[in-house]
């Protein structure tokens, strides 16, 4: 038998265990070549990742349709504003980001008596009240929420260290490390703990009574299943990752004013979840990338793309914001028709055909092929007598 040459034994890693390690990676030297836009871009694709991963474990996981996670989102930038700044306690921004996430699922446990007693869309509609109460709270409390100009939101600190461009100036490898670099990996920082915490929450005992309740709650009782807790829970997780992803957008935004927090934004996190695909973490986040990456990257090429005004001008057609809604709302209808499961499952089929189309170009038996018998016309011819 002939020995094994020297890299026969070696095995590749598979691509998965590659790619987790290149993605981040990647991922952590971004500010090294991005500008300001692209990192701001960033920033603010990450912060609804997690508003939306926070949705979709409610929704699409739990069966729970609601339209009041804008609502959430507010309680969690004004929760924040408020207990860090002045006027407020002005707490340690650490503390008042942790304060702020609980004061958000506090609201949602509040909200569980009502969410308890309806199901479906009168749930929905229960939920969308939460936005216009929110809204109209975020105006008259004036010397907590700022009113129509919103307030000004204290900067994220760990005890000397800013998340600010000028305390202390930063430099690293020549290259200087302002607000949205700093930042940056804060918001890599929460993303990575909320997406782990979800796909462990998804994995265990508590996603699978959440995926039974959401297919029969009849069902899911008779199981063992304790409906009402669940349905609790769920509600209560999904407002803090609400609130989480409200904080971060209030630190990237610096400044928080009660417009953005409407019934257009909760509908926005809706067409997250249903373009990435429901009960999906990484389909939460590719909507929620798409979703918010559109209209900021057509508002910066409008002067290249036909049919789109300038920002600030009616001229030449359809804004970049309200082209943005139509496309991907086109998008929505385009998922709901073609692929129900989302950007998520079309990558999954796309992944099993791939391997299926390579499993039949690569041979069964690479090795060498075995002796054939002699046929008996081969046979040597056995001497007559």
Same mark, same amino acid.
């Given at each position: 038998?002939?020995?094994?040459?020297?890299?026969?034994?070696?095995?590749? =890693?598979?691509?998965?265990?590659?790619?987790?390690?290149?993605?981040?990676?990647?991922?952590c030297?971004?500010?090294?070549?991005?500008?300001?836009?692209?990192?701001?871009?960033?920033?603010?694709c990450?912060?609804?990742?997690?508003?939306?991963?926070?949705?979709?474990?409610?929704?699409?996981?739990? %069966?729970?349709? /609601?339209?009041?996670?804008?609502?959430? @989102?507010?309680?969690?930038?004004?929760?924040?504003?408020?207990?860090?700044?002045?006027? %407020?306690?002005?707490?340690?921004?650490?503390l008042?980001?942790?304060?702020?996430?609980?004061?958000?699922?506090l609201?949602?446990?509040?909200? $569980?008596?009502?969410?308890?007693?309806?199901?479906?869309?009168?749930?929905?509609?229960?939920?969308?009240?939460?936005?216009?109460?929110?809204? #109209?709270? @975020?105006?008259?409390?004036?010397?907590?929420?700022?009113?129509? $100009?919103?307030?000004?939101?204290?900067?994220?600190?760990?005890?000397?260290?800013?998340?600010?461009?000028?305390?202390?100036?930063?430099?690293?490898?020549?290259?200087?490390?302002?607000?949205?670099?700093?930042?940056?990996?804060?918001?890599?920082?929460?993303?990575?703990?909320?997406?782990? *915490?979800?796909?462990?929450?998804?994995?265990?005992? =508590?996603?699978?009574?959440l995926?039974?309740?959401?297919? /029969?709650?009849?069902?899911?009782?008779?199981? %063992?299943?304790?409906?009402?807790? #669940?349905? /609790?829970?769920?509600?209560?997780?999904?407002?803090?990752?609400?609130?989480?992803?409200?904080?971060?957008?209030?630190?990237?935004?610096?400044?928080v004013?009660?417009?953005?927090?409407?019934?257009?934004?909760?509908?926005?996190?809706?067409?997250?979840?249903?373009?990435?695909?429901?009960?999906?973490?990484?389909?939460?986040?590719?909507?929620?990338?798409?979703? *918010?990456?559109l209209?900021?990257?057509?508002?910066?090429?409008?002067?290249?793309l036909?049919?789109?005004?300038?920002?600030?001008?009616?001229?030449?057609?359809?804004?970049?914001?309200?082209?943005?809604?139509?496309?991907?709302?086109?998008?929505?209808?385009?998922?709901?028709?073609?692929?129900?499961?989302?950007?998520?499952?079309?990558?999954a089929?796309?992944?099993?055909? *791939?391997?299926?189309?390579?499993?039949?170009?690569?041979?069964?038996?690479?090795?060498p092929?075995?002796?054939?018998?002699? /046929?008996?016309?081969?046979? *040597?011819?056995?001497?007559t007598?």
């Amino acid at each position: 038998m002939s020995e094994p040459t020297g890299t026969a034994g070696l095995r590749r =890693p598979p691509a998965r265990t590659v790619l987790l390690l290149a993605v981040p990676a990647l991922l952590c030297a971004l500010p090294f070549y991005l500008d300001a836009f692209w990192l701001r871009l960033g920033l603010f694709c990450t912060a609804a990742a997690i508003g939306a991963v926070g949705l979709s474990l409610l929704t699409g996981t739990a %069966g729970q349709l /609601s339209l009041g996670h804008a609502f959430f @989102l507010a309680v969690g930038a004004y929760g924040y504003v408020w207990l860090a700044g002045e006027p %407020g306690p002005g707490l340690p921004p650490p503390l008042a980001l942790v304060l702020a996430v609980a004061l958000a699922g506090l609201a949602g446990l509040l909200f $569980n008596p009502v969410a308890g007693r309806v199901r479906g869309i009168y749930l929905g509609v229960a939920t969308l009240a939460l936005v216009f109460l929110g809204h #109209h709270l @975020l105006l008259a409390a004036g010397t907590v929420t700022g009113g129509f $100009n919103g307030r000004s939101v204290p900067p994220m600190a760990f005890g000397g260290f800013a998340f600010t461009a000028q305390e202390p100036e930063l430099l690293v490898l020549g290259v200087p490390f302002g607000a949205e670099e700093r930042l940056w990996y804060l918001g890599l920082a929460l993303f990575a703990g909320s997406w782990y *915490t979800a796909r462990n929450l998804l994995r265990g005992r =508590p996603g699978r009574a959440l995926v039974a309740l959401r297919d /029969s709650e009849t069902a899911a009782s008779v199981l %063992g299943v304790a409906v009402a807790r #669940h349905r /609790s829970a769920a509600f209560v997780v999904s407002s803090m990752y609400a609130g989480l992803a409200g904080v971060l957008l209030a630190l990237a935004f610096r400044r928080v004013v009660p417009d953005y927090f409407g019934l257009a934004l909760s509908v926005d996190y809706l067409a997250m979840i249903v373009i990435g695909g429901l009960g999906s973490v990484a389909g939460a986040t590719a909507g929620a990338c798409f979703v *918010t990456a559109l209209p900021l990257l057509m508002a910066r090429y409008a002067d290249h793309l036909p049919f789109l005004a300038a920002p600030g001008t009616t001229e030449g057609g359809l804004g970049p914001t309200e082209a943005a809604r139509y496309l991907y709302g086109a998008a929505v209808v385009l998922v709901l028709l073609r692929a129900p499961d989302g950007l998520h499952g079309a990558a999954a089929r796309l992944r099993r055909a *791939t391997a299926r189309l390579r499993s039949r170009r690569t041979p069964a038996d690479t090795g060498p092929s075995a002796p054939r018998p002699p /046929s008996s016309a081969a046979r *040597t011819k056995e001497p007559t007598s």
